[in-house]
């Protein structure tokens, strides 16, 4: 692995259903990030996390929940997906929160 | 409300043109601006300022900040087709979150 691998690349899923968006760096940065990509809209912050086995809020948290057991994964959780998370999720890492971030390669998800 | 207007929307020039990017913000408490450069998938860092007036420069693009008026450019000269892309702009307030302006999209035409 080298910098931030995320899986799957793309996706399509059931509207109801739950889904798991995985997120892996081997940088050993601190800080973790969940952002969506949407059309006019720009990047937008989900949820956060400083160090490992600290989460924060970001801008459009609602729906979406993460983890942080360990400083190399970040997992960003769908409950139950609707169609307006239909969307492009990038994860990144940076060494300390605040500093520049690195992006992941990005997951296309299609709720249905 | 914490806010990052980037200008122009699209900008479409001819190889060997030099173009300014421009973003403005508005945000409590000013840390730092970052500007990102995002071809097909993931964005990538290109500058990060945190003081008025100092340019940072790598090869044919440069940046500068102006924290009274609230804003930075970009500057790319001597613009080649692989300059292409969709250029973002990060404003940083107080704590660790960062909000993204839209983008411009440039298209360096041969």
């Known amino acids: 692995i080298a910098g931030i691998t995320q899986a799957p690349t793309s996706q399509i899923l059931a509207a109801g259903r739950r889904m798991t968006l995985r997120c892996t760096q081997d940088?050993?940065?601190?800080?973790m990030y969940w952002y969506r990509q949407d059309l006019g809209l720009g990047l937008r912050l989900i949820h956060y996390s400083n160090t490992a086995g600290t989460t924060g809020k970001g801008e459009v948290p609602d729906g979406y929940s993460v983890s942080r057991a360990n400083t190399d994964d970040f997992p960003l959780t769908l409950a139950s997906a609707v169609p307006s998370q239909t969307s492009v999720y990038f994860c990144?890492?940076?060494?300390?929160?605040?500093?520049?971030?690195?992006f992941g390669p990005g997951t296309r998800l299609t709720v249905l | 409300e914490d806010k990052v207007v980037q200008s122009p929307l699209s900008l479409v020039v001819h190889e060997g043109d030099t173009v300014t990017l421009n973003c403005s913000y508005e945000?409590?408490?000013?840390?730092?601006l970052l500007w990102y450069k995002q071809e097909k998938k993931a964005p990538t860092f290109l500058f990060m300022l945190t003081s008025s007036g100092i340019e940072k420069k790598s090869g044919r693009l440069s940046s500068i900040l102006d924290k009274k008026e609230l804003f930075s450019i970009l500057n790319i000269t001597a613009t080649q087709t692989g300059d292409s892309a969709v250029y973002l702009c990060a404003v940083r307030p107080t704590g660790n979150q960062f909000y993204f302006g839209t983008g411009t999209s440039l298209t360096v035409i041969p």
């Open positions: 940088m050993r940065h601190n800080a």
């Open positions: 945000v409590t408490n000013f840390r730092s």
């Open positions: 990144a890492s940076s060494v300390l929160a605040g500093n520049e971030q690195f």
